[in-house]
């Protein structure tokens, strides 16, 4: 074993410094987060009386579906405010940084032969793994330690330092969990795409198996490691025994994967690949259908994942009144939409929410042609006599498209389940209406990573600044009341509140065409450029 690990801590001082600022954006962002709305949820609801009004709205199969289990309900402060609002969502989100760490250090080196190549030296068969591993466990340990820091230091009512620590502790099992599922689908497959929707998929049946255990009796939680961390019960009870569950579960799960990775070869996967069409599909043959072709898998995942939260905020829709029941702040911003009714002004923030959210597929669609001019995969297409202006605005297309698919999947389906939740069936025209409006946004968001990849490749990560800024000044911004100016900067705070307003077209055309403008010079930037790539 100690041959067989020969050169892990050189392999983990490299992937730690390759990975330095994808590390420091998730955790960052991650902490920053939980520790914001950590503060809003206590500002908003100071009140005893707004306290027990949301727990009462929360115990219902659909807020428990969506937040976690009812014994958070018993004592609704801050801290158990908290955990049962938050915990939930941000381990999903801990669970895909730990499977996209681990898979990028593993399958995708493989599949790049830069594996190959650090093995031909002196390093151990199982270093590669082993490193993969150790930098998940750090990024999660870390992620817990500045969890802890970060909510003990709001000095909230009801959390104290052993909670904090506690709640901290909780992130860097559960995050350990997916750390060696994702090291297991790495043996399973050759491919890292395949071996992260293997993990991801992972991901959303633990999801899948808390919300049903919570609305249930329960049983279908222990089935998963987001429930392992919800039953902890932090701020409540602080009960640290489950977590002993996730971290054997993990310890099991990462023997496996180094077992597994005994009976395979160097870049070869468990699963013996698919034979192939013997010949290709009409479609493969222009550069559109062979984006879609590559794009399919990611977009078919987010189609359902926005659906489901269409429908999953759809079916609170009724209970909008008591949710928002003696939160002063809401109840003004509602008064100061006029004519708007509680329900309108409660969908009009969400609806905002989930374009925020489908602007990150839009980010991630548009980046897939710098991953493949990185890998070398571009190239060959090019020299064969794809211009190159018809291969980038393939997959900027998609991205474009895709994002107007998605926003309005989400709101038809918000308004399919508010509709029946409320009884009023014209919320699904106004819903569905109201989430298209937000494509130029999405558009814009394209058009912002496509002038990088022209002109900034190297820079693209900056694509991320506008889900992220669109995130923090439209949802907490509304509730600590950002200034107007700092609003209007989000592209997505330029598009008409609807339904709770009325609707307007100037904005929306000037969006469309800064969209149209920027994706046209990140065009023109791409032709003049030499391609890059790291293969």
């Known amino acids: ?25 998730w955790v960052g962002g991650l902490v920053l987060g939980t520790v914001a709305t950590a503060a809003s949820l206590a500002e908003l609801y100071a009140t005893e009386e707004a306290q027990q009004s949301v727990a009462a709205a929360m115990n219902s199969p659909a807020g428990l579906a969506m937040t976690g289990p009812a014994a958070y309900l018993v004592d609704y402060r801050a801290g158990a405010m908290l955990a049962h609002q938050l915990l939930g969502f941000v381990l999903v989100l801990v669970g895909i940084m730990s499977v996209l760490i681990v898979v990028r250090h593993t399958r995708a080196e493989e599949e790049s032969g830069v594996a190959e190549l650090i093995r031909s030296s002196v390093v151990g068969r199982h270093a590669h793994l082993a490193a993969a591993v150790s930098v998940g466990l750090v990024a999660n340990i870390a992620l817990g330690l500045l969890m802890s820091l970060g909510v003990a230091a709001l000095g909230l009512e009801d959390t104290t330092w052993a909670g904090a620590l506690l709640y901290g502790a909780t992130h860097t099992a559960v995050g350990l969990v997916f750390v060696a599922i994702a090291a297991v689908t790495a043996q399973v497959t050759e491919h890292p795409r395949a071996a992260s929707g293997m993990g991801m998929a992972a991901i959303g049946l633990a999801y899948v198996l808390r919300a049903l255990g919570d609305i249930g009796d329960g049983v279908l939680s222990w089935l998963s490691p987001i429930g392992w961390g919800q039953a902890t019960l932090v701020f409540l009870d602080n009960r640290w025994w489950p977590l002993a569950i996730a971290v054997a579960a993990a310890a099991v799960l990462t023997a496996v994967a180094f077992e597994l990775s005994n009976a395979r070869d ?45 429908l999953s905020y759809g079916s609170v829709l009724a209970d909008a009144d008591e949710m928002l029941s003696g ?40 980046l897939r ?11 060959p297409l090019i020299v064969a006599g794809v211009s190159r202006t018809t291969w980038l605005m393939s997959h900027l297309a998609i991205a474009v498209v895709a994002g107007a698919l998605l926003v309005g999947a989400a709101g038809l389906t918000f308004g399919l389940a508010g509709a029946t939740a409320t009884g009023d069936a014209g919320l699904v025209g106004a819903f569905f209406g109201a989430s298209l409006a937000y494509a130029p946004a999405l558009w814009l968001a394209a058009g912002v990573t496509a002038v990088l990849i022209g002109f900034a490749p190297r820079w ?5 600044l506008v889900p992220v800024y669109g995130f923090v000044v439209g949802y907490l911004g509304q509730i600590l009341q950002f200034s107007d100016w700092l609003l209007d900067l989000s592209p997505f705070g330029n598009v008409p509140r609807l339904p709770a307003q009325e609707m307007e077209w100037v904005p929306l055309i000037v969006l469309a065409l800064i969209a149209a403008g920027l994706l046209a010079a990140g065009v023109v930037g791409f032709r003049r450029r030499d391609l890059l790539s790291t293969t």
């Open 1 to 25: 074993m100690r041959e067989s690990l020969t050169g892990i801590l050189p392999l983990v001082r490299l992937a730690l410094r390759r990975d330095r600022l994808r590390l420091v954006l």
């Open 266 to 310: 160097v870049g070869a996967g468990l699963r013996r690949p698919r034979a192939g069409r013997p010949a290709a599909r009409r479609s493969l043959l222009s550069p559109l259908g062979l984006a879609f072709r590559l794009h399919r898998g990611l977009l078919a995942g987010w189609t359902a994942g926005m659906v489901l939260l269409g």
């Open 327 to 366: 939160v002063d702040l809401l109840e003004e911003a509602i008064e100061n939409m006029a004519g708007a009714t509680v329900v309108e002004s409660f969908a009009s923030l969400i609806m905002m929410i989930m374009a925020v959210i489908g602007s990150i597929y839009v980010t991630m669609a548009a």
């Open 369 to 379: 042609s710098r991953s493949e001019e990185a890998k070398g995969r571009g190239e």
């Open 460 to 464: 693209t990560v900056l694509a991320w």
